[in-house]
């Protein structure tokens, strides 16, 4: 059985910062893709962040870009999100997935590209 679960969330100031973690298990994900997405209240959920299964591309949603930095540590079958400078329209909850597809070239960013996701964890940024 594949969980994973994501720890880190809270409550901060504008202009702080959160690290963002999660843990898989129940399956390697060193041959996948792994992504972050938010849902902020009342909407959708979106991508915000994905790094491929070697860890050598990443790709960030405009509004994070430079801010926020993605990782993975596959010994440790787990993934990261630093968050840096947040807004208040940060606030979600947010959401790690592994691909669907072990070996993706590219860096898939639609929900439905992802198998599994957690239970997610919420960020409330504070003005």
């Known amino acids: 059985q594949v969980q994973l679960v994501e720890s880190g969330g809270g409550l901060v100031q504008a202009g702080g910062s959160l690290n963002l973690s999660c843990a898989v298990s129940?399956?390697?994900?060193?041959?996948?893709?792994m992504a972050w997405f938010r849902r902020a209240p009342g909407k959708e959920r979106v991508f915000v962040a994905a790094?491929?299964?070697?860890?050598?591309?990443?790709y960030y949603v405009d509004s994070v870009r430079g801010r926020f930095t993605i990782s993975r540590d596959n010994a440790k079958n787990t993934v990261n999100l630093q968050m840096n400078s947040v807004k208040p329209e940060d606030t979600a909850v947010y959401y790690c997935?592994?691909?669907?597809?072990?070996?993706?070239?590219?860096?898939?960013?639609?929900?439905?590209?992802?198998?599994?996701w957690g239970q997610g964890t919420q960020v409330t940024v504070s003005s």
């Open positions: 997935a592994i691909d669907r597809l072990s070996g993706r070239d590219s860096l898939a960013r639609a929900p439905f590209d992802y198998v599994y």
């Open positions: 129940g399956r390697s994900i060193s041959l996948y893709g």
């Open positions: 790094i491929s299964w070697g860890g050598g591309g990443m």
